[in-house]
């Protein structure tokens, strides 16, 4: 079990340390065991990050709105790229709904700590024109706080996933929903992350686990949040997982988000 975890784990280490200058699907992480976000409901903090392509504008990652003007994502989904053909899609249930708001990314800004796999995994977007927030469809995320988040805590991710752990041809259309998903599943403690698998787990990491459920290709940056007596918080972002995923094999692997409330901070008034 562990040497095939740690098989898992290398691939998933090659495919994320690819090079490529465009986002490679297979790099980015994706939701399996969700289920549509219903029709008359949204998720106002959630956007798509998007990448211009000779085919058109490409989903790639996930990320979460800050304040009017930052958005917060992985640090590997701006790594190698080239941010003037990134844009952010705002205020969408559906990736071709056409009431979406688009804006450019200006700059990504990546942790000086950032070691792929390893450490940091978290980067802030400078985004033009501002979004307008609106009632329901476009709202920012608490990520304000220190606050150690222990194990067994219940967690929510959203993501547009690959709803299977694998990619099959000619199946990817179905496997690619057009709606965003969403899944819950419970943190786990650092000490089981790292005995179930996930040894390079640190402090500045937390993980979550549940059966046939995780994120998958796609969905990296994404945010993972729990509710609180506050309202809605963020507490992770998606990072890394293996290459088969939501097979209950290894937890997923998210940034702890209350690590880097200050460098947040700093971001957000610079
Ligand atoms: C990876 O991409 C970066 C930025 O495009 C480049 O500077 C670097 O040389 C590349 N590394 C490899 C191993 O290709
Ligand atoms: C980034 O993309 C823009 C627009 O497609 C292009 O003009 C520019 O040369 C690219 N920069 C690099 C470093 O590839």
């Known amino acids: 079990m562990y040497a095939l975890a740690r098989l898992l784990f290398i691939t998933a ?5 690819s090079n490529t200058s465009e986002p490679s699907s297979e790099e980015n992480k994706r939701i399996v065991g969700g289920s549509d976000v219903p029709e008359n409901e949204h998720i106002p ?18 990320g979460s709105i800050i304040t009017p003007n930052r958005i917060l994502t992985a640090a590997h989904c ?14 969408v249930r559906n990736l071709d709904d056409r009431h979406g708001v688009r804006s450019k990314v200006l700059s990504c800004t990546i942790h000086p700590d950032y070691k792929i796999l390893v450490t940091s995994d978290i980067a802030v977007l400078s985004i033009d024109p501002p979004l307008k927030y609106s009632k329901f ?25 690959r709803r299977l752990p694998i ?33 390079k787990v640190t402090d500045t990491e937390i993980c979550a686990r549940g ?14 949040v729990t509710r609180t007596s506050k309202g809605v918080h963020q507490v992770g972002i998606v990072s890394y997982g293996l290459s088969i995923c939501g097979l209950s094999i290894t937890p997923d692997v998210y940034t702890r988000v209350s690590t880097f409330s200050d460098w947040i901070q700093s971001e957000i008034t610079k």
């Open 167 to 199: 990619s099959i041809p000619l199946l990817d259309i179905l496997n690619y929903p057009n709606s965003l998903q969403r899944m819950s599943y419970h943190t786990i403690s650092n000490k089981q992350c790292r005995e179930s698998g996930m040894e």
């Open 211 to 224: 059966i046939f459920r995780g994120s998958c290709s796609g969905d990296s940056g994404g945010p993972l």
């Open 13 to 17: 280490l090659s495919m994320a340390r």
């Open 78 to 91: 701006c790594d190698g790229l080239n941010t003037t053909r990134m844009s952010v899609l705002a205020g």
């Open 137 to 161: 469809r476009i709202a920012p995320i608490s990520v304000e706080g220190k606050e150690f988040v222990g194990d067994n805590v219940p967690v929510t991710l959203t993501g547009w996933g």
């Open 45 to 62: 903090y959630q956007v798509s990050m998007q990448y211009k392509t000779d085919e058109g504008l490409r989903h790639f990652c996930g």
